[in-house]
């Protein structure tokens, strides 16, 4: 056999990687119950939204904010981005795996940021544990371990001749020795004490406890937003008629308890896919409703199969009989030992081996290959693989466990018994196996609706469970026509369960049009996303133009507001058209606004827009003229409804002296 040389062997393992990532990246299905209907990646990839952390200055305590990019390859091109590692992080469902996949096909294909890169190494880390060394896993799932021509220490040089070479690791989360006192080649990776000068880019749920800090950058998903829906529509069913397009959107519109649901990419698609396939589709009022007609799909569309010619024959007992699954489903969120996966063989065991390959055969159940490495020297050719089975998204996984926790919460006796169950019961991660408990038991609804209210943040939370359980709006309509009566506040302490309850109420209130009184915006650095639709907070979550809004007011006194900045807000503020007035604190505001940046709608409309700040004084917008004027500490000026005469004149006087000031800099 003719002896190989390194770069012999660099172009047979090319060969190998483009081979692999592009089974990969041909097998994208949307529906995973419908198993004959694959994309490739690159044609059904749309942006969500891309953020990355920035870091202002050098001081001792760097303190950043998240900027929004145009594009997922501003990941790795963005002059801010330079580093040998990032940390890309989203919720389930929102796009990492994704996104690693478009970067694949953009390496098999030489196009964007990956053009230049001489190898990219893509694993899926579920597949992998601590005993199988780096070089092994790509040995093993990448090139194949009956490949002879290629051994994992062949590998290592490859890699080392190579100029240049970016690592994905995808799924930190799903590592089954994330976080482990085992030391492992990953933890050595992420750490830097492996692959140390090489570009490794790491997807995960949630940050590592021990990772490289000082030479890390970091980037979140943080959904679909209106635009990107309308884009992925527009790009999966290229060809359609307008009115196919329309019908998808309108489903969609329909059903304005679904809208965060629908952030989530991986949901949205599945719903606009099957909006296409039926030509009628229901109205939801909760997203209980929603899911349970969504695996009534799953499970028909297998019934429907069974009745071709050979076709196995479904049995229905497997629909409506899953008691065992739910306690596998909710072991596997709130047990000792949590774990989203498991192995086939024993899962087997446990719900019965036709029950298993039911569900793997619908959709909610998928099956993997990992590795069964026991020994560290174990070589790669020798190395065995098992069957792992999980549940096709989170999401399907808190569905069944909702029946479980129906059932524990109805054998609990009293408040004090229930709360040591729902302690362990995190809402932050698990907020829809609370609203589906709700949405299939009225009464474990109620019990964990009163164990809400008595949390600190869980009354906005608890009105969401609330509306699980009826089902109706309203019934719900009362409270939250309550909440918004009053100042409803959003800022950045909050955690983000409740920035999002808060949020989803608010929308509820401006599409059923019920008055929302004032929104605070505090300290969540709030800004306009590309449609003009949205306001996005830090936090990355949107709040849609609020129709029934008669107040806004955003804090920040830590950053300067931009021409460009004020100019989105205006924008956004003119669509919520029942606005009367847009109170800026602390904003460091620029001396002349554009003629342009003032709608039209908030001159007709007269909207008060002013800045409130003791230190250099209150002011307000001529929307005429486009300059600021003093006014008093409510926003009023002379001859208004309300105005403080003495107010006016102390704000008046520090206005003075601070146009003084900055003329006698620009005289400077």
């Known amino acids: 056999m003719e002896r190989l040389t390194v770069q012999d062997k660099k172009e047979i393992l090319i060969r190998s990687l483009k081979k692999r990532y592009k089974l990969q990246y041909d097998a994208i299905q949307p529906i995973p119950y419908i198993k004959d209907r694959l994309y490739c990646v690159d044609k059904v990839f749309v942006e969500g939204g891309t953020e990355i952390y920035v870091v202002e200055g050098e001081t001792e305590v760097e303190e950043g904010s998240w900027v929004r990019v145009d594009s997922y390859k501003d990941i790795f091109t963005d002059p801010r981005m330079i580093a040998k590692r990032r940390i890309i992080r989203a919720e389930a469902g929102y796009g990492k795996s994704t996104v690693t996949l478009q970067l694949a096909y953009d390496w098999c294909n030489g196009v964007n940021a990956f053009e230049d890169v001489e190898i990219l190494i893509l694993l899926r880390l579920r597949q992998l544990n601590s005993k199988i060394s780096i070089y092994q ?145 229901q109205k939801f009022k909760s997203v209980t409703e929603f899911f349970s007609y969504m695996i009534q799909c799953f499970h028909s569309h297998l019934s429907n199969k069974s009745m071709d010619k050979g076709a196995k024959a479904y049995n229905i007992e497997y629909a409506v009989k899953y008691k065992e699954l739910s306690k596998v489903a909710f072991e596997g969120l709130c047990g000792e030992n949590k774990q989203l996966s498991w192995r086939k063989d024993g899962l087997c065991t446990r719900l019965g081996q036709g029950f298993c390959q039911h569900y793997i055969a619908v959709g909610i159940l998928v099956e993997e290959e990992v590795s069964a490495v026991t020994n560290e020297q174990t070589s790669a050719t020798d190395i ?90 309203d019934g719900i309509k009362d409270t939250v026509r309550d909440l918004c009566s009053s100042q409803v506040d959003i800022t950045k302490s909050q955690t983000r369960l409740l920035q999002r309850s808060t949020i989803q109420l608010l929308e509820i209130a401006a599409r059923y049009n019920l008055p929302i009184s004032c929104v605070f915006l505090g300290a969540c650095s709030p800004r306009v996303d590309e449609s ?39 924008s956004y503020s003119s669509q919520c058209t029942s606005l009367k007035e847009l109170e800026l604190q602390w904003y460091d505001l620029p001396d002349t606004i554009p003629v342009e940046s003032i709608p039209s709608s908030l001159k007709s409309r007269n909207v008060k827009v002013w800045i409130s700040d003791e230190g250099v004084g209150h002011r307000r917008i001529n929307l005429q003229n486009c300059q600021w004027q003093a006014c008093d500490e409510c926003g009023n000026l002379p001859g208004e409804e309300g105005f403080d005469e003495e107010r006016y004149q102390s704000s008046l006087e520090k206005f003075d002296q601070e146009r003084s000031m900055k003329l006698l800099e620009l005289d400077a």
């Open 532 to 570: 003009g639709l949205n306001l996005i907070i830090q936090s990355g979550l949107s709040l849609v133009i609020l129709s029934s809004l008669q107040k806004l007011i955003i804090f920040d006194n830590n950053r300067e507001l931009t021409n460009e900045e004020l100019a989105a807000i205006l």
């Open 384 to 473: 065995q693989t098992r069957t792992y089975v999980s549940f096709y998204h989170q999401l399907f996984c808190e569905w069944f466990a909702c029946f479980r926790l129906v059932e524990i919460v109805a054998a609990t006796i009293g408040a004090s018994e229930l709360e040591n169950v729902l302690d362990k019961v995190d809402p932050f991660n698990l907020q829809y196996l609370y609203r589906f408990t709700c949405g299939i038991s009225s009464a474990a609804g109620e019990r964990i609706i009163d164990y809400l209210k008595s949390k600190g943040d869980g009354e906005k939370f608890a009105i969401l469970c609330i509306l699980e359980k009826t089902g109706e709006v």
């Open 137 to 281: 896993a790509i040995k093993l799932f990448l090139v194949g371990p009956k490949d002879p021509r290629i051994k994992s220490t062949d590998i290592k040089d490859i890699i080392e001749s190579c100029s240049s070479v970016k690592v994905l690791l995808d799924g930190y989360d799903e590592f089954p020795d994330r976080d482990g006192a085992t030391e492992s080649d990953v933890g050595r990776i992420i750490t830097r004490n492996l692959f140390g000068n090489i570009d490794v880019t790491l997807t995960t749920r949630y940050i590592p406890k021990d990772y490289d800090k000082a030479n890390t950058k970091y980037v979140r998903l943080v959904g679909f937003d209106e635009k990107a829906r309308d884009q992925y529509i527009r790009k999966a069913f290229i060809g359609e008629d307008e009115e196919s397009i329309a019908k998808i959107k309108r489903a969609l519109k329909e059903n304005p308890i679904l809208d965060d649901l629908c952030q989530v990419p991986l949901i949205f698609v599945m719903f606009s896919h099957m909006t296409h396939e039926k030509t009628h589709f």
